[in-house]
Every structure is written in C-alpha cells, then in structure tokens.
C-alpha cells in the first residue's frame, strides 16, 4: 500500500519537498520514507508505475482469486 501511496503522491504532487514526520507520528513515516525514496522521478514516470502495479495486482487477483491474493485461501 505504501508503494500506492507513493506513487500517487509522486504524480500528483511532486518530488518530496516536506520535512519528515516525527517521532511520534509513524504512519507518517512510513509514508514519508516511501514517497522521499522515489526521488527526483517525474510526475508521468509515478503515474505509469502505479498503473503497472495496479496491473500486477490485477492479475494475481484474476489467476489467484481475492482471497488468495488478500491472504485468506
């Protein structure tokens, strides 16, 4: 999920510009740590990352099943 939430911030925000999180906000760590990570990729190479990975997704759910996929068979 945090690779979802950091592509989507890539392209429609940008580059990660903001200070980090602190201490006691975790979640916005990790999500902060995700984003920072992509670096200077440009806003079209995030949407077209996020499209290959929903596709990805997609697909396990297609061969597999939701329950599978979601940990549940």
Do not use: H
Not at 9 to 34: H, L
Not at 46 to 59: C, D, G, N, P, T
């Amino acid at each position: 999920m945090l690779r979802f939430y950091s592509y989507y911030k890539q392209a429609t925000v940008g580059s990660c510009e903001i200070p980090r999180p602190g201490f006691w906000d975790p979640i916005g760590r990790y999500k902060w740590d995700a984003w920072n990570r992509l670096g200077k990729m440009s806003r079209e190479e995030a949407m077209a990352a996020y499209i290959s990975e929903m596709k990805k997704i997609a697909q396990k759910v297609q061969t597999w099943g939701i329950g599978r996929v979601a940990g549940l068979g």
